[in-house]
């Protein structure tokens, strides 16, 4: 059995497995390529940052992939055969994917009502999203209720990511030809942020270290007077971003009144996009 409001998520939300499972919250994978061959993100055997760090640098083709909509009917079916009467999907931005139209259209013909959120966000702030509907569910509230949490927590969320180049994005068609351009050609390194879904550049500073520092400015900038919750991620950068979490230990102490700041890397469908020495952190107000 599962709940009687079901609640669903895809795997670029990085919810560690445990917190999903224990949250009784369900996640469909996308999917990496490399070469030729396909990968679930996420699970022992599947795509993993690592892997996806060293084939870009090795200059493999790497691509991503969302999940059918075949796929999402199949998750919705199931948790309706195990008790579901309604279910709320929430999902990384359709900006930067298809996982949100997929979903949309499983849930015409699911056998239960489905309330696809289109977070407007990428990484671990969906997952602030998700984790917000599943505070609402878990206190009994509507699957509407859960879905409005969602996206009120998605949209103060403030994600900022510092890359090494430009040309990852570039490739995925994230961000356009010119600015990939713009940047090679002043040897900057790019700030970026994800506004109304979409990337779009922040601040150019010129080196690494500048990149760090401002990262830290603009995520205390964004904690304002909130209390919130700050999340770290890298590819191949570790040291970094352990760097740019202690900075914001220091910083927003009294925002995050005792909580711990997560730091990890980037799940393996954003590093195929990103590239190695990414650096990103995303500061998530708690919903009054």
């Known amino acids: 059995m599962v709940r009687s409001i079901a609640l669903v998520t895809d795997s670029t939300a990085s919810l560690p497995a445990e917190v999903a499972e224990a949250r009784e919250i369900h996640v469909v994978p996308l999917q990496v390529v490399i070469g030729a061959t396909a990968y679930d993100e996420g699970g022992t055997d ?19 992939s969302r ?16 008790g579901a009467t309604e279910i709320v999907s929430v999902h990384l931005s359709a900006e930067m ?14 056998p239960v009502p489905v309330t696809v959120v289109d977070s407007r966000q990428v990484g671990i702030s969906t ?12 206190a009994g509230g509507s699957a509407a209720d859960a879905a409005t949490a969602a996206r009120e927590r998605c949209a103060a969320t403030t994600s900022l990511f510092y890359v090494d180049t430009l040309e990852y994005l570039r490739r995925g068609g994230r961000v356009g030809a010119a600015a990939a351009l713009l940047g090679s050609a002043l ?30 400015d603009l995520a205390v900038e964004a904690a304002d007077e909130h209390q919130v919750e700050v999340t770290v ?54 919903l009054d």
Do not use: W
């Open 127 to 138: 997952g602030y999203g998700v984790l917000a509907a599943a505070d609402v569910l878990d």
């Open 187 to 216: 040897a900057v390194k790019p700030l970026l942020a994800i506004d109304e879904g979409k990337v779009v550049p922040r601040e150019k500073v010129r080196t690494a270290t500048k990149a760090l520092a401002r990262l830290v």
């Open 97 to 110: 994917s298809g996982t949100y139209e997929s979903a949309c259209l499983a849930a015409k013909d699911a």
């Open 46 to 64: 599947g795509a993993t940052p690592d892997r996806v760090a060293e084939a870009l640098r090795e200059r493999a083709p790497v691509s991503t």
């Open 233 to 286: 991620a890298h590819l191949a950068n570790l040291d970094r971003a352990e760097q740019l979490s202690e900075a914001l230990h220091e910083r927003l102490e009294d925002n995050l009144a005792g909580r711990q700041i997560d730091c990890g890397e980037v799940g393996a469908v954003l590093a195929a996009h990103v590239g190695p020495g990414m650096v990103a952190v995303s500061v998530a107000p708690l």
């Open 67 to 82: 999940p059918a909509p075949a796929t999402f009917a199949q998750c919705y079916a199931e948790l309706a055969a195990a």
